[in-house]
């Protein structure tokens, strides 16, 4: 593609409408789960992880950006509990492992909002104290209103019990 020196390509999924197997291995009930609970079939990427990265090497793409089914990790929904090993051990042992073997790099995408400022533009819901080594996380303004907007919109889904009223 000429006009494009030095420009990198990438292609990116969303675990939700890809992955599929919404009942496998223990995942929880997203968000997205009670809102379309008829979705149309996922390239089914749980099971067919393997096609997946055969089509991103086909494309010849420099990155491929997928997001973890965080309910597949926590299924409760609450990040303080026990992850679900089931649900780790498919990401660590195969996805993000075998992207090493395809000499592909796996990246956060939560890191992503950060990085274009080289992490010196903060932006999130908390406020995150990155001179100790804790990491302390202190909600901003936007995290209370968001987890307000959660709390009102979704208070009948099973996995966020654990938001208490302010």
């Avoid at 055969?54 to 026990?82: C, M, Q």
């Avoid at 051990?89 to 400022?117: C, M, P």
Wanted: with cysteine; glycine share 8%; proline share 4%.
């Amino acid at each position: 593609m000429s006009g494009f020196v030095g420009f990198l390509w990438g292609v990116g999924t969303a675990a939700f409408p890809t992955e599929g197997s919404w009942d496998a291995d223990g995942k929880g009930e997203s968000v997205w789960d009670c809102f379309t609970r008829h979705t149309d079939p996922s390239s089914n990427s749980y099971i067919q992880w393997e096609e997946d990265l055969e089509s991103v090497r086909y494309l010849g793409v420099n990155f491929y950006a997928f997001s973890l089914s965080w309910t597949r990790i926590f299924p409760d929904g609450n990040a303080k509990a026990h992850p679900n090993p089931a649900g780790v051990q498919h990401y660590q042992h195969d996805k993000i492992v075998s992207l090493r073997v395809f000499g592909y790099t796996a990246w956060s995408l939560l890191d992503g909002f950060e990085w274009n400022h080289g992490y010196s533009m903060r932006t999130g819901l908390f406020y995150i104290d990155f001179s100790k080594p804790e990491r302390h996380r202190v909600p901003k303004t936007s995290a209370h209103f968001y987890r307000r907007v959660i709390r009102v919109n979704f208070s009948k889904l099973r996995f966020i019990h654990h938001l208490k009223a302010e």
